[in-house]
Structures are given as C-alpha cells and as structure tokens.
C-alpha cells in the first residue's frame, strides 16, 4: 500500500537547478535509501517532502490526500508535517529543554496532547532508543549519538506514517555511529517507513528494501541492494560506488 508518492518534484536556488523532476513511491514499512555525492539534491529532496523548502513544482499523495506543492497552503503544510517526522543532520534540539521535554514539546504544543500523556509517550521512546533513565538530562550533557537518539525517540513520538532522516549520522564520532544505526534497525524491524539519506554502505545493503542513487538534480539509477551495490547499471553509480567503497575499505585499515 502506497504512503507516499511525489511527481515531478522541481526545485531551483535562483540560476541553480537542484531537483530536476524526482518521481518517488514509498510502500508501507518501506525502507529507502538515498545515495549520491555531495550537491546531487539528496537532502533538498528529503526536505521538499517535509515542506522544509518549498519545491517549484510537484504533486505529493499522502495517505490519500493529494497536494500541489507549488501552491500548498500553511494548513496542507501543517498537516504533510503531522503525517511525517523529519531527523536532522545536526539533532536541531533545544539546549534549554530536558531530553523528554524535546521529546514531548511537539506533542503538546502542535498535537495538543495532555502533558502527562505526551510525558507517558515520550519516556516510553526514549526508553527504545536506549535513553532510559536520561530523561532530566540536558542536550549538553549528552553525548553526539545521544542526541541523535533523542532526536530519533522525538520523530517517532509524533506517530508518523513516514520518517526522513538526512544523514544521520554524518555528524557523529565514528565510535558513536554504530548506536544510532542499531536503533534505525530496530524500528525497521519494526515495521516503520523510512526515508534515509547516508552514506552508511553497510546499513543500506543491510536493512533497506530499495537504494535510489542521485547525481546532478535527478534519479539516475534505483533497485535492491543486491542490483545496486552488486551490479549497478549506470556508470555514475559504478564510479560512485567505487570511489565510497574504497575510502570505507581505507578507513576501516587505518
């Protein structure tokens, strides 16, 4: 069953064309990776989906409700964003909250759900995310891949058909990337949709249904992992691939 499906999704930063028509359906307890290098559009993408940036053009269904992201009002944008949790790169909480007042903030302030409630809800995520007992804790105090975890507990508090998360842990400490990957597994297991963008090889052979790799604004190839990390099509996948796989093989000599 289809959750979400864009169409032609155009978006441009003056003269530069970022996204030059991406079509993309996501099945229920789909999990997608997005691969490319740096200025291939992957993140700008992913926020499109959220309305973090507005796109040129573009149709979006979700959960059955069609929207023209051209001309989407702040009530469509309100309700895209109740029915998707987005996972920054650099965590984006706040330093003046508690771990479980990061959690629940959007539940009680966007969602209007009781306190207690809202409190009930985020202990028991951020208990899945490995945090128990951390709740009191401020950001500071935290380590990267805590916070990356809070900011995990946080997208999944909200009850979202689909999460994005823009590579997640691109910001971390290498000893700290594995924690945050474990906990994006498990929910996976779970059943929960994902849309990732990373450059975690391992984790997208391992725990994704479909990899897409963008180049230059487009698409330009998409299939399992086995197709595409064992017999990609494209050449700009191939050289991609190649180039990601050796510095992964050098890091891990070092």
């Not at 930063?13 to 691969?35: A, C, Q, R």
């Not at 200025?39 to 309305?51: A, E, P, Q, V």
């Not at 998409?222 to 099509?233: R, S």
């Amino acid at each position: 069953m289809s959750v979400l499906e864009v169409k032609n999704v155009k978006k441009r930063f003056g003269e530069n064309v970022i996204l030059k028509g991406i079509d993309l359906t996501v099945n229920k307890g789909d999990v997608i990776v997005i691969l490319g290098p740096s200025g291939s559009g992957k993140t700008t993408f992913l926020r499109c989906l959220n309305l973090l940036e507005k796109p040129d053009s573009g149709e979006l269904d979700l959960c059955g409700k069609n929207y023209n992201l051209q001309k989407v009002s702040n009530k469509e944008k309100l309700e895209i964003r109740r029915t998707s949790s987005f996972v920054f790169q650099n965590y984006n909480l706040f330093a003046n909250k508690t771990v479980l007042q990061n959690v629940t903030l959007g539940l009680t302030l966007a969602r209007k759900v009781k306190k207690a409630e809202a409190n009930e809800i985020g202990r028991s995520f951020l208990d899945k995310v490995g945090l128990a007992g951390k709740y009191d804790y401020y950001p500071a105090q935290l380590s990267g891949g805590m916070q990356q975890r809070v900011g995990i507990a946080r997208a999944m508090a909200a009850n979202p058909e689909v999460i994005l998360f823009d590579e997640p842990t691109s910001a971390l400490d290498p000893e700290l990337i594995g924690e945050v990957l474990m906990v994006m597994k498990q929910f996976a297991k779970d059943g929960v949709t994902m849309i990732v963008v990373t450059h975690e090889m391992g984790f997208a052979r391992e725990v994704a249904n479909q990899v897409i790799f963008m180049a230059d604004g487009v698409i330009v190839e998409k299939g399992t992992p086995e197709q595409i990390f064992d017999n990609p099509q494209e050449e700009r996948t191939k050289t991609f691939l190649k180039r990601i796989l050796k510095t992964e093989d050098q890091v891990q000599l070092v």
